[in-house]
Nanobody, 124 residues
Framework: VQLQASGGGLVQAGGSLRLSCAAS????????MAWFRQTPGQEREFVAV????????VYADSVKGRFSISRDNAKNMVFLQMNNLKSEDTGVYSC??????????????????WGQGTQVTVSS
């Protein structure tokens, strides 16, 4: 599965961005889809995950209530709507696909496929 993330950019604190991730080369609907972010010198940080059919989602506490993950299985796309952005949301955001059990969705090393990442910079 190939993943291509897009939609990052520079935004002021309090603003919004919508990230997109396009998948190809596999059966998209069979994968859990997640977003992670990373800043220089830091481990990849879990942001959000969505179940195969979109019924269940999990968010990091730091983004709960501000971010929303969704997917469109007909278009092989997953999205991350980010509202009320804060400077600490700055990082490279990557989408990932995996098939692990739901209890392991926060662990980046459980995911099989990764997109190249898109930079999000929030200025304060």
């Amino acid at each position: 599965v190939q993943l291509q993330a897009s939609g990052g950019g520079l935004v002021q604190a309090g603003g919004s961005l919508r990230l997109s991730c396009a998948a190809s080369g596999g059966t998209f609907s069979t994968y859990l889809m997640a977003w992670f972010r990373q800043t220089p010198g830091q481990e990849r940080e879990f942001v959000a995950v969505i179940a195969r059919r979109g019924g269940n989602t999990v968010y990091a506490d730091s983004v709960k209530g501000r971010f929303s993950i969704s997917r469109d299985n007909a278009k092989n796309m997953v999205f991350l709507q980010m509202n009320n952005l804060k400077s600490e949301d700055t990082g490279v955001y990557s989408c990932a696909a995996g098939s692990m059990n739901w209890g392991s969705v926060r662990f980046h090393d459980m995911y099989y496929y990764w997109g190249q990442g898109t930079q999000v910079t929030v200025s304060s």
